[in-house]
Every structure is written in structure tokens, then in C-alpha cells.
């Protein structure tokens, strides 16, 4: 769509989607921590997080380039995601990622609702 300016950088973008991916499917547990009073739990989460993805990052960018950082970021990201899902639970008691399960349950009841 952009040309072939933009095209180089179609693989780290599609290697970086993991990680959101995985992201988006973790739900809100950042603010489920910080609204329910462990904004610590998730800043410690953030801060070593953030100082892995760099020097692991620093370490894979020499030998693999700007592949091996997209790599590293999203399993980062991925790795904080899950983190914080699993703490959050044991903190609060609350599932906040997606499940496949609850969502078909829903749509099935929400599909009954509307044939009757």
C-alpha cells in the first residue's frame, strides 16, 4: 500500500504484532492492580521488564539485527502480559484475560435470547 519504502519493515511489524497480540488478549490487569491498590506489583512488572527487553535486546541485536530485537520486544511483552495476568489473580482473585470459552458461552446465551 505504501510502496517500497515501507515494505522492509512488513516483518518486524508482523513479529511485534505477537506481543500485542498477546496484549490484547491479556485484558485490563494493569488497571485491575493499580484500581484495587497494587500499583507497585505492576510498576516492579513494568520496571524489569522493561531493563530485560533492553539489555537481552542489546545482546540478540548484535548477533540478529533489528529481527532479533522485534523478537525479543514481543516475547517481552508477552512474558510481562502473562506476569501480570497470574499476579493479578493471586492479588485480587480476578481472571481479566480472554477466554474462548466464557465467549462462546456468551454468544450461545445471547443467541438464544434472540430466537425466543
Do not use: N, P
Not at 488478549?25 to 521488564?49: A, D, P, R
Amino acid at each position: 500500500v505504501f510502496g517500497m519504502a515501507y515494505e522492509s519493515g512488513a516483518d518486524i511489524l508482523r513479529i511485534l504484532l505477537f506481543g500485542h497480540l498477546a496484549s490484547a488478549l491479556t485484558g485490563s490487569h494493569g488497571y485491575l492492580l493499580m484500581m484495587t491498590g497494587h500499583q507497585k506489583t505492576i510498576m516492579y512488572i513494568s520496571v524489569v521488564s522493561a531493563m530485560l527487553a533492553v539489555i537481552v535486546g542489546i545482546q540478540v541485536g548484535e548477533a540478529y539485527g533489528i529481527i532479533g530485537v522485534a523478537w525479543v520486544t514481543s516475547l517481552m511483552i508477552t512474558a510481562q502480559q502473562i506476569t501480570a495476568v497470574i499476579l493479578a489473580r493471586q492479588k485480587t482473585g480476578i481472571w481479566c484475560h480472554f477466554s474462548i470459552k466464557k465467549f462462546c458461552e456468551f454468544i450461545k446465551k445471547d443467541m438464544r435470547k434472540g430466537i425466543s
